[in-house]
């Protein structure tokens, strides 16, 4: 079995890159998009493991994103990663059936174990 | 019934004038007989039984001889029709003018005594004083139980009436110096009196009273007695007297030449036709019957009244009474004048004595012509009120006219120049009956242009159907307020016009009176203020919203990968000293508060929750928000939102929920506060309440306050209602309701947060 795919949608480029770098060494990184839309697109057509996207984003947000994967049937799972500290978000973002939640502060502690919870089917918030 | 008895002896003769014999007397006395013996028949058929009772006159004079005496018997006649008893009347005569001689009177008393031997009379009336001592006379053989009534006597009772004569009447009252008096006040430059008589019996005795009563003048006056002359050289003295001269008339049976005449009516008069000066007499008949304006009058007797007085004394002898008990009374003498002598010798009739009768007194124009002159001056009044009344009437028109003519021109320019269009058709067809100028402005059809066709016609409603509408609705409701119509003026250029209609009646057709004002301008100028205040909200937001996204995208962002760099920092230094380790941590705090900070200002200028979770969860979030930093209790509640109504919907409602929260906290007082977000079938509703203090919604929205016109502003935006009740202490509702669908479909997206 190979590494797992991991799609990354964030439009802060810097971030972008950041995640990255943080995630080459253990996944395969299918796709980095900036926007929601792209994300969808992407997300269908390289049907990744999971998809680490952030929330606030142009044209379509992770929240967004998230509920078009969950209808479109895609198997991706979704953590997402995003400066969001706020208890509605967690919430609306579990209720798009994500796996993760993970606080951009926290991206180095917290991301490849959410994405490792995810790959297993569990779930993880970022404290 | 009076029955008039006259016998045989001494009845006066039956024609006029100077009177020489004694003729015709059998014929005369038959006719009476036979009208006596008439009358007595018809009281007898009458069936009217009365009691006789036999009445004598006993005259000095005839009643031909003397109008006096005549007076004297008619107004005996009058006195005794007021007795109960048949009344047979019998009238003697001593006639003394025309038989004055002894012989006859011995034959008439002889005669006399004969005739009523047989039918003694119950009273004896006699009149004069020859008829009184005749009786007398008689008294004490032939009468001696007989009443004797008297009156016409000249002066005093004679002494032959002994009081054992059962006599009582009336005493003449002689009072030619009284005549006198009021000669000499009426004509004070008097200085001759010329006292004029006859020669006859008769004449003597009224001579000689005259004489008598004027003794205490004769010092300070000139008196000439011209009482013995023939009746020629009489005028001819009596028409050449000196001024300041009167006559005073005493009788005048006969003259110097034996000439008889019946004094008032044939001496008299020949006196005054000749005489100079004014005359007075001694009774009323001289008066009476001069019949000229040269007898003036005085203080006159009145016989007919004595007569009529004594007359009256008879009935009640008749009826039972004494003579002897009814006191004797004197004559009322009264002033009498003739107005025609006072005019020509000058006497002003307001010298005469108070209660002075005026006989024949001409009446002044206006006693002659007062009817006439009264009725002529109620005719002038009436015309003059008529002619008043017209012209009053005229005048009213006239000012009516005027005021109906000003208020039409006032109407007409009113009318025609009104700064609104003015137009007024007719209900039945619509035609256009009549148009003003502003009107002719608005749509550009010229008055004879539109004249007889219709708002159809001319294609004035851009909207035909409201054009039809609104005549129907005019129709049925009377009037129309408030209503805006866009109209297609004669060049097709559209403007808007704003009015009102009125269903009024013209000559009795109803037509639509319609106002209107072209409000074309001012709807740009509101559209464009509304276009700018939409620009200003826009604008705000969109600026908000670049700046939440510079704090969010950019600023957190890297905030974020400078804590990483922090944390990679404690990672990858090996051997870290304790104190550099701990201001890392340090760092990484504070660098983590301050992206919590701009975060928060991100979420104040632009709540991304609103974008990313939508409406209700940005709602729910704010109002916890607010409800922590206020320490307040703010219950929200939401029912069947959907996440994605369209952005500016949404933000409409967040913005409204932000300024009414955040009003009714600041100023109700209140700390209970509760949001309701709920979808009904086809607008989502909002609603703020508080119980708080309240306000007055109309004050504050005249005050133009910044934050309820804000929300009305961005209400409106998005083609919703906002309703503010509040009232002071009753609280505030803030109740916003916006189509649940996008108005704006298709529009930008006001805010648009990646």
Redesign the interface.
């Known amino acids: 079995m190979g590494r797992a795919r991991v799609l990354l949608a964030e439009?802060?480029r810097?971030?972008r890159e950041?995640v990255e770098k943080l995630l080459g060494p253990l996944y395969e990184i299918v796709d980095s998009v900036a926007?929601g839309q792209e994300a969808i697109h992407s997300v269908l057509n390289l049907t990744p493991d999971v998809l680490v996207t952030d929330?606030?984003?142009?044209?379509l947000?992770?929240?967004?994103l998230a509920s078009h994967v969950r209808d479109a049937g895609c198997p991706a799972r979704v953590v997402f990663l995003t400066?969001?500290?706020?208890d509605?978000?967690v919430e609306?973002a579990f209720e798009t059936g994500a796996f993760g939640y993970v606080l951009?502060?926290r991206?180095?502690?917290d991301l490849i174990p959410a994405i490792q919870a995810a790959l297993q089917g569990e779930k993880f918030l970022s404290h | 019934m009076l029955v008039l008895l006259t016998q045989l002896t001494g009845s006066p003769p039956a024609t006029a004038g100077p009177v020489r014999g004694c003729g015709n007397r059998n014929a005369r006395t038959i006719a009476l007989l036979l009208l006596t013996s008439c009358l007595l028949l018809q009281v007898m058929a009458a069936g009217q039984v009365k009691e006789i009772k036999r009445v004598l006159i006993l005259n000095d004079l005839g009643i031909t001889s003397s109008p006096g005496f005549a007076e004297v018997d008619q107004a005996v006649l009058a006195g005794l029709e007021k007795s109960p008893y048949h009344i047979e009347l019998y009238e003697e005569s001593l006639e003394l003018t025309l038989f004055p001689d002894e012989v006859s009177q011995r034959r008439f008393r002889q005669e006399f005594v004969q005739k009523y031997s047989e039918r003694k009379p119950d009273v004896v009336i006699a009149a004069g004083s020859d008829s009184l001592k005749f009786i007398a006379d008689l008294h004490e053989n032939f009468m001696r139980d007989t009443p004797v009534i008297f009156c016409a006597i000249l002066g005093e009772i004679p002494g032959e009436v002994g009081p054992e004569m059962h006599a009582t009447g009336v005493l003449g009252k002689i009072q030619p110096e009284e005549t006198l008096k009021v000669a000499l006040m009426l004509l004070p430059r008097t200085k001759h009196v010329v006292v004029t008589g006859g020669t006859g019996k008769f004449d003597y005795r009224w001579e000689a009273l005259a004489k008598e009563s004027f003794r205490n003048y004769e010092s300070k006056l000139d008196f000439t007695y011209l009482t013995d002359l023939t009746m020629p050289k009489l005028q001819e003295r009596l028409s050449s007297l000196p001024s300041d001269t009167i006559i005073y008339h005493t009788a005048m049976t006969r003259d110097a030449a034996g000439e008889r005449f019946i004094d008032s009516t044939q001496a008299l008069p020949l006196i005054a036709s000749a005489a100079n000066a004014p005359i007075f007499v001694i009774d009323d008949v001289d008066l009476r019957k001069a019949h000229g304006e040269k007898v003036v009058g005085g203080d006159l007797v009145n016989w007919a009244d004595d007569a009529y007085v004594a007359a009256g004394m008879a009935v009640r002898v008749l009826n039972g009474e004494r003579p002897q008990d009814i006191p004797i009374v004197r004559s009322n003498n009264e002033y009498m004048f003739e107005w025609r002598a006072l005019e020509r010798w000058g006497i002003r009739e307001a010298n005469l004595p108070p209660g002075s009768i005026v006989l024949n007194r001409q009446p002044g124009f206006w006693e002659q012509y007062k009817q006439y002159v009264l009725l002529g001056i109620f005719i002038l009044l009436v015309q003059a009120m008529a002619i008043l009344g017209l012209l009053w009437q005229r005048a009213r028109r006239r000012k009516i006219e005027g005021d109906l003519r000003r208020s039409e021109e006032k109407f007409s320019k009113s009318f025609r120049h009104s700064p609104l269009a003015i137009s007024i058709s007719s209900m039945k067809d619509g035609r256009f009956v009549e148009v003003n100028e502003t009107f002719e402005e608005l749509t550009g059809w010229r008055r004879d242009e539109v004249a007889g066709r219709t708002r159809f016609d001319i294609n004035l409603w851009v909207d035909p159907d409201w054009g039809t509408d609104f005549l129907k609705d005019v129709l049925v409701l009377g009037s129309m307020r408030d209503l805006e119509s866009k109209i297609r003026r004669k060049d097709g250029q559209i403007r808007t016009a704003f009015g009102s209609a009125e269903l009024i009646e013209v000559e009795g057709e109803k037509c639509c009176l319609s106002v209107w004002t072209d409000i074309t301008e001012r709807k740009q100028a509101e559209e464009a203020l509304a276009n700018v205040s939409h620009k200003l909200i826009e604008a705000q937001e969109k600026e908000r919203t670049r700046i939440a996204r510079e704090l969010h995208d950019d600023i957190n962002q890297r905030i974020a990968l400078a804590t990483l760099e922090i944390e990679q920092l404690k990672l990858n230094t090996p051997g870290l000293q304790n104190e550099f380790r701990t201001r890392l941590n340090a760092l990484g705090v504070r660098l983590q508060e301050t992206g919590m900070e701009v975060q928060a200002i991100s979420h104040r200028l632009h709540s991304s929750k609103l974008e990313i979770l939508g409406v209700v969860a940005a709602c729910k979030s704010f109002c916890r928000e607010i409800a922590e930093q206020h320490k307040i209790e703010v219950q929200f509640s939401s029912d069947g939102v959907p996440r994605n109504l369209p952005p500016d919907v949404s933000l409409t409602l967040f913005r409204v929920l932000q300024e009414s929260l955040q009003n009714a906290i600041k100023h109700s007082g209140a700390e209970h506060f509760g949001v309701q977000l709920r979808r009904t079938a086809d607008e989502v509703e909002l609603t703020v309440r508080d119980d708080g203090a309240g306000f007055d919604v109309d004050a504050v929205m005249s005050n133009q306050g910044l934050g309820l016109i804000s929300m009305r502003e961005r209400v409106s935006l998005v083609n919703g209602t906002i309703l503010i009740t509040s009232k002071p202490m009753g609280g505030t509702e803030v109740n916003v309701r916006v189509p649940a669908v996008a108005v704006n479909e298709g529009s930008k997206v006001i805010s648009g947060v990646a």
């Open positions: 439009d802060n810097e971030m950041r926007n929330i606030s984003m142009p044209v947000n992770g929240i967004q400066i969001h500290d706020d509605d978000y609306s951009k502060p991206l180095d502690y």
